[in-house]
């Protein structure tokens, strides 16, 4: 049964499938389960625990991340994802508390999977320093991502890797303050602003960092 299911959802992707229209939804929800079994406890598990305003707004997020990931395997290699789900922005990219703050980043509860946000190859999988435990993606083109203070690593270095395939879980190893994921996107060498840079590539970090520094701020 399951194999079948899993060949049914094979061609439904490639997109031949277009006479099995009573197939579908079960053939999307294997394909997506075969994807993402690596994560899918966590995910789930984070999700119960969410907030009901705070579910909707990450069930939204699933959508359309889905429709993306959808779309990197039938059209587009060139995808750009999301590192996770149910995620509180916790910090931005700039000056914080007198330093540099080269990325954002994303709290989220420890043991939950992060995702490539685009497809490269993993050009460090290890400790690094202040990092932790961390994963480097070469994209091409001079752009890398980095995404530290792993509890656990999933990739080998030279690993090709698709945009969605899981690297790693969250933690908080190296410097870190807490269970997160912080990403940062360099190009040529030099750190980007990781939310405009993945606006432009269609791809919407949600802040919910005012509401963080509008309580600090009150207090
Ligand atoms: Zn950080």
Known sequence: MVTTALVGAGVVAL???????DAKGVDAAALKNSLDNASATAEEL??????????????????????????????SPDAWLLPLHGY???????????EVHPGIDLAAREGTAYKAVHGGTVKLAGWYGGYGYAVIVDHGDGVETIYGHSSQLMVQVGQQVKAGDTLGLVGDTGHSYGSHLHLEIHVDGAPRDPVPFLRDQGVDIQLEVEQVYGAVTAS
């Open 15 to 21: 997109g031949a499938g277009a006479a099995l229209d």
């Open 46 to 75: 984070a999700e119960r625990e969410a907030s009901a305003e705070r579910s909707t707004r990450d069930s939204e997020r699933e959508e359309s991340a889905e429709a993306g990931l959808a779309t990197s395997l039938s059209e």
């Open 88 to 98: 509180d922005f916790t910090a931005p990219y700039g000056v914080r508390w007198g």
